[in-house]
C-alpha cells in the first residue's frame, strides 16, 4: 500500500477525491488536513469529518491547518461551492472529533516518522499547509515521496482570473515555495480536469449504486455541476480533484510531460499564473510531471466501481 496524505479544502469535487482513496485499499490514508479555500477553514475542516462519516471512518484523523493564505487576504469560492462548500446533499453534522494537533505539525511529524520516500502528499486545495510545513521544517523536502497536487492550467487558460486557477491563485506564495522545493511534484491543472466532465449519465451512475454514498456522491455533483455547465457550456461540470487520487490507482489514464513550471507572484495581472515551458524554449529545469489528458471514461468507470465499495 502507498501512504498518503490529503490535504484539502472540501469542496464537492474534494469530498469525492477523499472517498476515492477511503475506497481504495492500495492507499493507506495517514490522516487528512484541511486547509482555507473554497470556503472557510471553520468549514473546510467540518466537511472534511462529515465525508469520513459519509466512508463509515470516523476513526480517521483530520486536523485544521492554516486559516489564510501566506500573504494574500483568502480568497473564497461560495460561488461555485454554496455556502457550506458541500451544498447539494443533506449531510448530518460530524460527530467524530478534530484532532488537537495543527495540520501541518502532523505533515511534519508523520514525514519525519515514517520511513523516506515513503509518504506522498495529496493537495486539493491551496498549497499553504504544505507550503508551512517545508518552510518550517526544511528536512522534510527530501523524505517526501511525491507532491501530487490539483492547481493551475496552461492551454485552458484560468478559472478564476483569466491567468489563474483556483488553488494557485489562492495562495501564490505557497505555490511558488512548493515549485521550488526540489520535491518530486505531479500536477493535475484545468488543462487536464475541464476534460472529466460529470454528465448526468455519470451522476446517474453514482446514484444507481444505491447507496448513501452512491447518493450523496450524485447530490454533491448535481449541485457541483451546475455552476460549471452553465459557465462552461459543457455537458456537466468538471471533476477536478478526484484525479490526483486516480493517478495513485491507475497513471495509465493520463498522458504527462516533465516540464519546468514557474508560479508569478509578482504582477497582479497574472497574479497566481501557472507558467509552463512545454515547448521547452527555456533551459530552466523540469521541476514538474505536468499531466496533460486523460482517458475519461476509465477514471469514471474507476470512480464508480470504487465508491460501490464503501
Ligand atoms: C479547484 O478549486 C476548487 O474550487 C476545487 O475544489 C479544485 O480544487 C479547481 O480550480
Ligand atoms: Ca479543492
Request: glycine share 16%.
Given at each position: 500500500t502507498r501512504k498518503i496524505i490529503i490535504d484539502t479544502d472540501p469542496g464537492q469535487d474534494d469530498a469525492v477525491a477523499i472517498l476515492l482513496a477511503l475506497a481504495s485499499?492500495?492507499?493507506?490514508?495517514l490522516g487528512i488536513t484541511a486547509v482555507a479555500g473554497n470556503v472557510p477553514l471553520a468549514l473546510t475542516q467540518k466537511n472534511a469529518r462529515m465525508i469520513c462519516e459519509l466512508a463509515g471512518r470516523p476513526d480517521m484523523k483530520v486536523f485544521a491547518g492554516a486559516a489564510r493564505p501566506l500573504m494574500r487576504p483568502l480568497v473564497t469560492a461560495e460561488y461555485v461551492h454554496g455556502k457550506t462548500g458541500l451544498d447539494g446533499p443533506d449531510l448530518p453534522d460530524p460527530t467524530m472529533p478534530l484532532q488537537a494537533q495543527g495540520a501541518v505539525d502532523f505533515i511534519i511529524d508523520t514525514l519525519r516518522a515514517e520511513?523516506?520516500?515513503?509518504v506522498t502528499l495529496c493537495a486539493l486545495g491551496p498549497l499553504t499547509n504544505v507550503a508551512l510545513a517545508l518552510i518550517q521544517a526544511p528536512d522534510i523536502a527530501p523524505r517526501i515521496r511525491e507532491i501530487v497536487l490539483m492547481g493551475g492550467g496552461c492551454f485552458e487558460?484560468?478559472?478564476?482570473?483569466?491567468?489563474?486557477?483556483f488553488n494557485i491563485y489562492v495562495d501564490p506564495h505557497a505555490a511558488k515555495t512548493v515549485f521550488a522545493s526540489g520535491v518530486p511534484i505531479t500536477v493535475f491543472p484545468l488543462d487536464v480536469t475541464h476534460r472529466a466532465l460529470t454528465s448526468r449519465d455519470r451522476v446517474e451512475a453514482f446514484r444507481s449504486l444505491g447507496t448513501p454514498v452512491g447518493t450523496a456522491t450524485a447530490e454533491l455533483l448535481d449541485f457541483f455541476e451546475r455552476f460549471d455547465e452553465a459557465k462552461y457550456g459543457t455537458d456537466g461540470g468538471p471533476l477536478h480533484d478526484p484525479n490526483v487520487i486516480a493517478w495513485l490507482l491507475q497513471p495509465e489514464l493520463y498522458t504527462h510531460r516533465h516540464v519546468n513550471v514557474e508560479i508569478e507572484t509578482?504582477?497582479?495581472?497574472?497574479?497566481?499564473?501557472?507558467?509552463?515551458?512545454w515547448w521547452g524554449v527555456t533551459d530552466r529545469a523540469p521541476n514538474a510531471t505536468y499531466v496533460r489528458d486523460l482517458d475519461d471514461a476509465g477514471f469514471f468507470a474507476l470512480l464508480t466501481e470504487r465508491l460501490a465499495t464503501l
Open positions: 485499499p492500495e492507499l493507506e490514508v520511513p523516506e520516500g515513503s487558460g484560468g478559472n478564476t482570473t483569466p491567468a489563474a486557477e509578482g504582477s497582479e495581472l497574472t497574479m497566481g499564473m501557472t507558467v509552463v515551458d
